[in-house]
């Protein structure tokens, strides 16, 4: 019996040896990806202590495949636009209709590029970013949003749209939409440290190409 098993075993391996050495194809990102659900966060003036009286929403859009667990964490493979810094007038207080440009002037109606910030050793990103969750893990990836605009308009019962036409730092497109109710958070009430240190605490964990 335990012959006859190695035989099927050599066989096996004969056979695999037989059809030749197949690369794994590099994983294609989806630039055009369809964002069903997400949020905003209100925080108002946030810049106001470095003379920038605009407030500010940070806007969050997720594919379907990706949900929050109990604990709050992000679980699932998928894609995750974060804007961090999108720059509205002092009276807005939700995600107004508008195009939205990427650029760091803080003005109304622009979206802060992403950068990289080396902040006591650690590298952290901040502004305008695409996360890319896989299943290996190790080809988990974060683009920064360079360039480009979004476009956001609200229907009559109160879905807003979002239609994003940017480019990566490496100059790869991406575009993208979402069509549904948007959650709004005010987090204007908290202290200003407390949003900065809550984004230290999350470095760069991705590889960026």
Not at 44 to 56: I, W
Not at 82 to 96: G, I, R
Not at 104 to 126: H, K, W
Request: proline share 4%; charged share 15%.
């Amino acid at each position: 019996m335990k012959f006859t098993h190695l035989l099927i075993i050599s066989f096996l391996i004969l056979l695999a040896s037989c059809k030749g050495y197949e690369p794994t194809p590099p994983y294609v990102y989806e630039s055009n990806p369809h964002y069903a659900w997400g949020y905003a966060q209100f925080f108002g003036a946030y810049y106001n202590e470095y003379g920038n009286k605009n407030n500010v929403i940070s806007v969050s859009l997720f594919s379907d495949s990706l949900s929050l667990n109990d604990e709050g964490s992000l679980v699932g493979f998928g894609q995750y636009l974060f804007l961090e810094d999108v720059f509205v007038a002092a009276k807005d207080t939700l995600l107004p209709v508008g195009t939205y440009t990427i650029n760091t002037s803080g003005s109304t109606f622009t979206i802060a590029p992403g950068v990289n910030d080396t902040i006591d050793n650690e590298v952290y990103t901040l502004g305008a970013t695409i996360s890319y969750f896989e299943q290996n893990a190790s080809k988990s990836t974060l683009k920064r949003i360079s360039s480009g605009s979004m476009v956001v308009s609200i229907s009559n019962d109160g879905k807003h749209t979002v239609n994003c036409n940017f480019k990566t730092a490496d100059n790869k497109e991406l575009k993208g939409s979402f069509t549904e109710i948007l959650p709004h958070i005010d987090e204007s009430q908290k202290n200003p440290i407390t949003r900065k240190s809550n984004r230290l605490k999350t470095p760069l964990l991705f590889s960026e190409f």
